[in-house]
């Protein structure tokens, strides 16, 4: 019999490369053979679509059938590849004509009974597969809603093995995608919630407006974790480009939700400080999975009692938070997620941590190791740091002064309109995402703006990290002023914002 052809994609991270699986009948023993560096489940997917065809009504053949996954040297993982390979050994056996298989994608799990389950990965999944030229894509029905977010290719969901079998003979049709759903609106607390804290409330509208990481340090209970959870709210949507990414690396970690699977609002993840390295920044055995700092790319990681949180779980981050991706490294081959997030890091000034720090009982000794985990060279990526103060009074701060997250918002963006216009031809969105050669090149600064910063230098209270970190906040306070350019008053300030201390 001649050999039958049909199509699937594997993940390596969020990039997709189209599998092609070749199905062979000849003679001998019946068996099944699969070939192209497949893992563990995706060889028991002989097993599982063997049954899956048999409890379909459907033919087996009685030969050996071979089947092949190419390119032969890429890692194939997981059982997305059961609803291509079923295709192919029908098409092969002259069950199916295979007419419809040619630029066509099939991505499910099959179970047992020939229903077709969904797989993890659809989006980037079909997203490579329009850029490799296909035209149609075949889905698990449940992921019609994810799919259908990749236009310029033909969807079309199956609920069961059959229903594929009768789209292949030409007797009924498959699902469409049905229309889109409207987004649920954003459910993110607002900045009203938070009585006082004026400076952190400052510090908070600057990283927002500019993209920035950001450290704050108070005594318990006065303010940190909430202004945190409010910062999402004070960002821009996502542009489309931007949720299709996030939404990719979702779709990857299976937390998309079936509703309205497009992530729109920058995500917010807050591990907890017993997190594992391979949780937060990715891993496991074959190919790696995401971590919780690309579930929070283009958005907020919050790492909460960030000094209860082990050395090399923060040391992990260092290169991560200049690179904006993270490339990891396994047995079976290197993935690369994305990783673009603001950073908010939050800590109690001590171990004891008393409402009053006049009450404090640890020693200078202590106080300095348990800081000790924010290194150096940690802290000197973090371009913000800011110190709370306990409430003296909740009637001393009118409620109607307070500003809402709206109000906050409308500066935000306002700033961030003017970034973005600014550095439009070289494609960056925030002034922190500019390199620091631009900024001392083309965007230089007067000597009398930039005096207190070559002070700085000069006397080695600031390394040229924290220079060009300056240079970033500068630029972002005269967004958010409305000036042309930074004078020394942004860089005073922006200045003032890095010198001081966690503790």
């Given at each position: 019999?001649?050999?039958?052809?049909?199509?699937?994609?594997?993940?390596?991270?969020?990039?997709?490369?189209?599998?092609?699986?070749?199905?062979?009948?000849?003679?001998?023993?019946?068996?099944?053979?699969?070939?192209?560096?497949?893992?563990?489940?995706?060889?028991?997917?002989?097993?599982?679509?063997?049954?899956?065809?048999?409890?379909?009504?459907?033919?087996?053949?009685?030969?050996?059938?071979?089947?092949?996954?190419?390119?032969?040297?890429?890692?194939?993982?997981?059982?997305?590849?059961?609803?291509?390979?079923?295709?192919?050994?029908?098409?092969?056996?002259?069950?199916?004509?295979?007419?419809?298989?040619?630029?066509?994608?099939?991505?499910?799990?099959?179970?047992?009974?020939?229903?077709?389950?969904?797989?993890?990965?659809?989006?980037?999944?079909?997203?490579?597969?329009?850029?490799?030229?296909?035209?149609?894509?075949?889905?698990?029905?449940?992921?019609?809603?994810?799919?259908?977010?990749?236009?310029?290719?033909?969807?079309?969901?199956?609920?069961?093995?059959?229903?594929?079998?009768?789209?292949?003979?030409?007797?009924?049709?498959?699902?469409?995608?049905?229309?889109?759903?409207?987004?649920?609106?954003?459910?993110?607390?607002?900045?009203?919630?938070?009585?006082?804290?004026?400076?952190?409330?400052?510090?908070?509208?600057?990283?927002?407006?500019?993209?920035?990481?950001?450290?704050?340090?108070?005594?318990?209970?006065?303010?940190?974790?909430?202004?945190?959870?409010?910062?999402?709210?004070?960002?821009?949507?996502?542009?489309?480009?931007?949720?299709?990414?996030?939404?990719?690396?979702?779709?990857?970690?299976?937390?998309?939700?079936?509703?309205?699977?497009?992530?729109?609002?920058?995500?917010?993840?807050?591990?907890?400080?017993?997190?594992?390295?391979?949780?937060?920044?990715?891993?496991?055995?074959?190919?790696?999975?995401?971590?919780?700092?690309?579930?929070?790319?283009?958005?907020?990681?919050?790492?909460?009692?960030?000094?209860?949180?082990?050395?090399?779980?923060?040391?992990?981050?260092?290169?991560?938070?200049?690179?904006?991706?993270?490339?990891?490294?396994?047995?079976?081959?290197?993935?690369?997620?994305?990783?673009?997030?603001?950073?908010?890091?939050?800590?109690?000034?001590?171990?004891?941590?008393?409402?009053?720090?006049?009450?404090?009982?640890?020693?200078?000794?202590?106080?300095?190791?348990?800081?000790?985990?924010?290194?150096?060279?940690?802290?000197?990526?973090?371009?913000?740091?800011?110190?709370?103060?306990?409430?003296?009074?909740?009637?001393?701060?009118?409620?109607?002064?307070?500003?809402?997250?709206?109000?906050?918002?409308?500066?935000?963006?306002?700033?961030?309109?003017?970034?973005?216009?600014?550095?439009?031809?070289?494609?960056?969105?925030?002034?922190?995402?500019?390199?620091?050669?631009?900024?001392?090149?083309?965007?230089?600064?007067?000597?009398?703006?930039?005096?207190?910063?070559?002070?700085?230098?000069?006397?080695?209270?600031?390394?040229?990290?924290?220079?060009?970190?300056?240079?970033?906040?500068?630029?972002t306070l005269a967004d958010l002023a409305g000036a042309a350019r930074p004078d020394e008053d942004e860089v005073a300030a922006a200045l003032d914002f890095?010198?001081?201390?966690?503790?």
């Amino acid at each position: 019999m001649p050999i039958a052809k049909a199509w699937s994609v594997a993940l390596l991270g969020i990039e997709g490369r189209i599998v092609e699986i070749e199905a062979d009948i000849g003679g001998g023993m019946p068996a099944v053979k699969l070939v192209g560096l497949p893992d563990a489940g995706l060889r028991e997917a002989k097993d599982r679509v063997r049954s899956a065809v048999r409890n379909s009504k459907q033919s087996w053949p009685d030969g050996k059938v071979t089947l092949g996954l190419s390119p032969a040297n890429l890692p194939k993982v997981g059982s997305g590849y059961d609803l291509g390979i079923a295709a192919a050994v029908l098409a092969a056996s002259g069950v199916v004509p295979s007419t419809k298989l040619v630029r066509s994608v099939l991505l499910g799990e099959l179970a047992l009974d020939g229903r077709v389950r969904p797989v993890r990965g659809v989006l980037p999944g079909l997203l490579a597969a329009r850029a490799a030229g296909m035209k149609r894509a075949v889905v698990p029905v449940e992921s019609l809603i994810e799919a259908a977010l990749v236009d310029g290719l033909e969807i079309r969901g199956a609920a069961r093995l059959r229903d594929l079998v009768a789209w292949l003979r030409d007797e009924n049709d498959l699902v469409e995608p049905p229309p889109p759903a409207p987004p649920e609106p954003p459910d993110v607390p607002d900045l009203s919630d938070v009585i006082g804290q004026p400076e952190a409330r400052w510090a908070l509208e600057v990283a927002a407006a500019g993209g920035h990481h950001l450290l704050m340090t108070g005594p318990p209970g006065v303010g940190k974790t909430m202004l945190a959870k409010r910062l999402p709210g004070l960002l821009p949507p996502l542009t489309h480009e931007e949720s299709l990414e996030v939404t990719a690396v979702h779709s990857i970690d299976g937390s998309l939700t079936e509703g309205s699977p497009l992530v729109t609002v920058p995500p917010f993840v807050a591990p907890h400080h017993s997190i594992s390295v391979a949780a937060l920044i990715g891993g496991g055995s074959g190919l790696a999975v995401p971590g919780a700092i690309s579930r929070a790319h283009r958005g907020i990681l919050l790492l909460d009692e960030v000094c209860e949180f082990p050395s090399d779980r923060l040391e992990s981050l260092r290169t991560i938070v200049e690179d904006g991706e993270v490339r990891i490294g396994r047995v079976r081959g290197v993935v690369r997620y994305p990783a673009r997030f603001q950073l908010v890091l939050a800590t109690n000034p001590c171990p004891c941590a008393p409402p009053k720090e006049t009450d404090c009982s640890c020693s200078a000794t202590a106080r300095r190791r348990y800081l000790s985990r924010l290194s150096g060279p940690l802290l000197d990526r973090v371009d913000l740091r800011t110190k709370l103060r306990p409430l003296t009074a909740m009637s001393a701060h009118d409620v109607a002064d307070i500003e809402s997250t709206a109000v906050v918002r409308t500066r935000v963006v306002e700033a961030r309109r003017r970034a973005a216009a600014r550095w439009a031809e070289h494609g960056w969105q925030a002034n922190a995402e500019v390199p620091g050669p631009v900024l001392r090149r083309e965007f230089s600064l007067p000597a009398k703006a930039t005096a207190l910063l070559d002070r700085g230098l000069d006397r080695g209270l600031l390394t040229a990290r924290g220079a060009d970190r300056c240079l970033r906040i500068a630029w972002t306070l005269a967004d958010l002023a409305g000036a042309a350019r930074p004078d020394e008053d942004e860089v005073a300030a922006a200045l003032d914002f890095r010198e001081r201390q966690a503790a």
